[in-house]
């Protein structure tokens, strides 16, 4: 049975291109860079290679690109380490209620240590308030996070303004750009974002390797302790081949021509469910969300079912988040946007990337109907 996969934003495959580059140094070149002889010194050159192409993609100095093993732990960070800089005792952090769990759960643990957090709300559109934002910086902030894209709705909040309104305050401004990092650009010349979280396995790099971007004048204390690596930043033998792919898909994204085919591919898929579906709810506002995802409400079902009877057609989706799709919870995303427990209950997250294909729509908005109507015959929710 063909496979249909439409869940991207939890994951993309590897490139080929990105594993064939990572390849030698899983084979020849598997010494370890900090060891002194020739090879060890070639696979140096290479990490500081691959720190440069993530410089000049972001458009910042080589020396504030970090290597870790993924978002979680660059966000993790980014966060505990502001706090520990202020010597973890206490003080005020600014986040919204929409975060995925790496930043909003790094919250919940320091609140442990006598931190007050401030949750953000979000507008129908899953979007933080510019206003709320300035209003809600205090004096004791010692650092604000805001996602730069929604992992569940594609909302892309207005990072910029938040981050000149952070700096205008002098506070920290650090943003989960997890879902939004090759969708959308940020001139870091211009856009005054601290701190950024990045993570391999979403462009098309294997899972396990990330990027904490830190900007010169910030400075945090490590969260890894042990040897020099990193300047001394993240300790830890360093993963050769995850940072050559992750530079290699950096610098794919520079080439990458698949964004208007994607695009269309989700808005046709959002279209067909409109017209063809009743009772629906879009969740994601289309004109101002990265351009992969779309986040759907079949109401009178739980979203957890129609993915099952997709899945018996090979089509995989998601609920939610993919970190969180196993929980029976609603979404605290959507929930925050103002719908219902039903509602938030009846979602599912469709979400594209470079490998998919027109082809793929119609099987998929097939399925979907089928399987809806299925549902919705036997669901105590549905009225007569």
Do not use: W
């Not at 990330?210 to 890894?224: A, E």
């Amino acid at each position: 049975m063909r496979t249909i996969y439409l869940d991207n934003s939890a994951t993309t495959k590897t490139d080929p291109l990105v594993l064939s580059e990572m390849l030698p140094y899983l084979e020849e070149l598997y010494q370890n860079p900090s060891s002194a002889y020739e090879s060890a010194y070639k696979i140096r050159e290479s990490i500081a290679v691959s720190r440069q192409k993530i410089a000049d993609f972001m458009g910042c100095e080589p020396d504030e690109i970090f290597f870790t093993s993924g978002g979680t732990e660059s966000i993790n960070h980014s966060i505990i380490g502001t706090a520990s800089r202020f010597g973890l005792k206490g003080g005020h952090i600014l986040t919204s209620s929409i975060e995925h769990s790496a930043v909003f759960n790094t919250c919940k643990y320091l609140e442990n240590f006598g931190f007050e957090v401030t949750y953000l709300p979000v507008d129908a559109n899953c979007v933080v308030s510019a206003e709320d934002f300035e209003k809600s910086l205090r004096q004791d902030t010692v650092i604000a996070s805001i996602m730069a894209a929604n992992n569940e709705t594609g909302a892309i909040q207005p990072i910029e303004e938040l981050a000149l309104i952070a700096r205008k305050k002098g506070v920290i401004f650090h943003t989960d750009a997890v879902q939004a990092f090759g969708k959308v650009f940020f001139d870091l010349k211009k856009t005054p974002i601290s701190l950024l979280s990045f993570s391999g396995h979403k462009i098309y790099a294997p899972k396990g390797i990330g990027v904490l971007y830190k900007r010169k004048n910030v400075t945090i204390d490590p969260l890894l302790h042990g040897g020099p690596h990193e300047n001394k930043m993240r300790a830890g033998t360093e993963n050769v081949p995850g940072i050559i792919g992750i530079a290699k898909a950096v610098e794919l994204l520079k080439s990458e021509d698949a964004e208007e085919r994607i695009r269309a591919m989700r808005d046709a898929l959002f279209f067909r469910i409109k017209e063809e579906i009743p009772d629906i709810k879009i969740n994601t506002a289309v004109g101002n969300s990265i351009y992969n995802t779309l986040n759907v409400s079949f109401k009178f079902i739980e979203g957890e079912s129609l993915s099952t009877l997709l899945q018996l057609d090979g089509i995989e989706v998601s609920t939610g988040s993919a970190c969180s799709s196993s929980s029976l919870e609603p979404s605290r995303v959507l929930l925050a946007m103002g719908l219902s427990h039903v509602d938030a209950h009846g979602s599912v997250r469709f979400s594209f990337g470079r490998y998919n294909s027109f082809d793929e729509i119609d099987p998929t908005v097939q399925s979907l109907k089928a399987a809806v109507s299925k549902l919705r015959l036997i669901s105590p929710l549905k009225k007569d």
